[in-house]
């Protein structure tokens, strides 16, 4: 796909202008990837787990999770509890019991055994939710601890004294919710508020082992330390994009840093998911799964490690920019709601794991088994993008480096990359922007040269037809493509951008056309002169008159600040149309300038007799020229452009 010379410049006029509907409308997937530094680094803290009194009460393996604690500062609490905490628990809570011996290895594990088991990806993963106003994150940590000790900042009741030669164990999920992707800084927060709390259910344990029943809140003071820490954390305020964060929390020694890196968030998940899809998944499978998705097919993507599925499923939110998932996407499906799976609607969804009934419902769905780095295709035919080709070699490189790179370690930490990882991660995904964005432009010029009306109506069957031909060419498997492409909410949810950049493009064709009439004009005026010099050198000497110019723009002459005359000025296009733009905005500034200075050139409408039909004429071309004065004015942000 070749762009002409003005491309670029457009590129970065459409993002200048892209965001604001999407940041309007914050239930969308758009939310997800627009930078929105208003609130707090964190809505809402949830505990979640199972009550301790109740295994003491029902005999059972698994049970459902629900919210024990959550602190929302100033903001209101989480919306649908139920439904979040099956989220943080897609698997429901499994207690189990530790056998005490007398060596009590076992329980002393529990206890004093190395919190790095947290950071793996078994311990750590992000989910999505979305409430009335923003697409919120999920950031959860995962601590297994002994059932007879409740949190120290909670008001649970402790279970009574257990007798038996065992203890209960359950895993108890800490939770940020939070507008902003921010993962490494909130995981790290999240890994200091575990190891403080730890040191209490250390003091606690003393008591629980010699058979006394734990009092909530009267073993130490550090109770409330939790909570300052918290409270801190909640009042920090959000950085801005390119911004470094430094803070220290209540009784923290160490210092917390986060740099804002610049751009949209889709950056932020890129950096934190992306690692794990291109060491995991090959290049063609990846090739295809993104296929699947901009013909919006119904995509199931199962793993049983949460912090390896959440990953892969969040990465595919910057792969796909600078287009935006339209239907639901959900990182992690609780096992409970896997009737979801069976919604005629497209989707993007990771499981776990599917039983055999629902995977036999599942055969028009796209399923990635993402360990076996396996993807099964429904039997329904999907279109290929037809420059599938040119997207692997532009991405091979990056990709070569990653995959298959450290397999169990990915595995097990899904989301550390060294700096040089970090970069190939990101030249992936540039270069998917990149490619995603040249395909729209690619479209948008054949609007712009099929139709003088402003957007093609996709709703007429003879104008998308023309569109298709036009795009594809003579490419049969390219027509099946554009032709289910244009169907999406993907392509349709771009409408607007798209329909900047051809009215735009046509704004741009327009001048080059006046571009090469001014060039036309002008070797004929250096004709004419030559002419006449020719003329006046064979005859008797006589003074030399300057010839009147004709343009359609009246003329553009410049100011000798050492001559008496007006000295004709042809316009250097050597710079192409953006060269043309700025010298055409340099001779329509005011007239008014500092002292001491030359004054700018200026257009003259000359009334010469055989020039222009009349001085109306003239007018019309000059305000045609004020025309193109206020189009490179008309962007704010850069007004050389």
């Known amino acids: 796909i070749k762009m002409d010379a003005i491309a670029p410049e457009l ?92 060596s009590m290895s076992g329980t002393n594990q529990i206890l004093f055994g190395s919190l790095s088991q947290m950071e793996d990806s078994e311990g750590s993963y992000t989910i999505l939710f979305t409430s009335h106003t923003y697409l919120l994150y999920g950031i959860i940590v995962v601590n297994t601890c002994l059932v007879g000790i409740p949190p120290s900042f909670t008001k649970l009741e402790a279970p009574p004294p257990n007798r038996n030669r065992y203890d209960l164990v359950a895993p108890l999920c800490w939770c ?7 993962f490494q800084l909130h995981f790290e927060v999240l890994y200091s508020l575990v190891a403080r709390e730890r040191l ?37 305020a959000v950085p801005n994009k ?27 998940i890129a950096m934190w998911c992306l690692g794990c899809t291109l060491k995991l998944l090959s290049l063609d499978t990846i090739i295809a799964l993104l296929n699947a998705i901009l013909m919006e ?20 939110i910057p792969l796909i920019r600078p287009l935006v998932w339209q239907g639901p996407f959900i990182p992690v499906l609780p096992a409970a709601l896997n009737e979801y799976l069976l919604a005629p609607v497209p989707y993007v969804i990771g499981v776990p794991s599917v039983d055999d009934m629902t995977m036999k419902e599942l055969k028009h769905c796209v399923i990635l088994d993402v360990l076996k780095d396996k993807l099964t295709a429904p039997s329904a035919f999907i279109p290929k993008n037809p420059h599938w080709g040119y997207l692997k070699k532009l991405v091979a490189s990056a990709h070569g480096g990653m995959y298959g790179k450290n397999g169990t370690e ?34 948008a010029i054949h609007i712009a040269s099929m139709t003088k009306k402003p957007m093609i109506d996709f709703e007429n069957e003879n104008e998308v037809q023309q569109l298709i031909n036009a795009v594809a060419g003579g490419n049969t498997g390219a027509k099946a493509f554009y032709k289910e492409f244009f169907q999406t909410q993907i392509f349709h949810s771009y409408h607007d951008k798209l329909m900047r950049f051809v009215v735009e493009k046509r704004q741009i064709s327009n001048i080059q ?85 030359s004054p700018p050139a200026r257009v003259m409408v000359r009334q010469d007799s055989g020039t222009f039909s009349g001085f109306s004429n003239s007018a019309k071309r000059l305000k045609d020229l004020m025309n193109l004065k206020t189009f490179i004015s008309g962007n704010s942000e850069s007004p050389e452009k």
């Open 11 to 102: 590129r970065q006029l459409l993002l200048a202008k892209d965001g604001g509907d999407l940041r309007r409308q914050s239930y969308n997937l758009g939310a997800a990837i627009r930078p929105f530094r208003e609130g707090h680094l964190f809505d809402n803290f949830l505990l979640v787990g199972v009550p301790p009194t109740t295994f003491t009460q029902e005999k059972q393996e698994i049970f459902q999770p629900q919210i024990l604690y959550q602190y929302s500062g100033e903001g209101p609490d989480v919306e649908n509890p139920e439904q979040v905490a099956q989220f943080c628990f897609p698997r429901g809570v499994k207690v189990s019991q530790v056998q005490r011996t007398q």
């Open 176 to 182: 940020f919710i939070s507008k902003f992707p921010f």
């Open 200 to 236: 209490y259910s250390l003091e606690a344990s003393f008591e629980l082992l010699e058979g006394k029943q734990v009092k909530t809140g009267e073993i130490s003071p550090r109770n409330h330390e939790v909570l300052r820490m918290l409270k801190h954390f909640y009042d920090v």
């Open 242 to 268: 390119g911004e470094e964060l430094k803070f220290q929390l209540p009784g923290e020694l160490r210092q917390f840093n986060f740099s804002c890196p610049p751009g949209d968030e889709d950056k932020l």
């Open 297 to 316: 097919k119904q995509v199931v993507i199962i793993c049983d490690n949460l912090g390896v599925l959440s990953s892969i499923v969040l990465s595919f």
């Open 410 to 443: 990915t595995l097990k930490h899904p989301n550390k990359s060294s700096r040089d990882e970090l970069d190939k991660t990101m030249q992936f995904v540039d270069a998917l922007t990149v490619f995603h964005r040249e395909l729209m432009e690619e479209i």
């Open 513 to 597: 056309d006046l571009i090469k009439k001014e060039e036309s004009i002008n070797q004929k005026w250096q004709a004419e002169m030559t002419r006449a010099k020719e003329k006046q050198s064979a005859s008797a000497p006589q003074p030399i008159k300057t010839l009147p110019r004709t343009s359609s723009f009246g003329g553009f002459l410049s100011r000798s600040p050492n001559s008496r005359e007006n000295i004709p000025h042809r316009v250097s296009i050597d710079q192409g149309p953006v060269g043309f733009l700025r010298s055409s905005a340099e001779n329509l500034r005011s007239p008014e300038t500092p002292s001491g200075e």
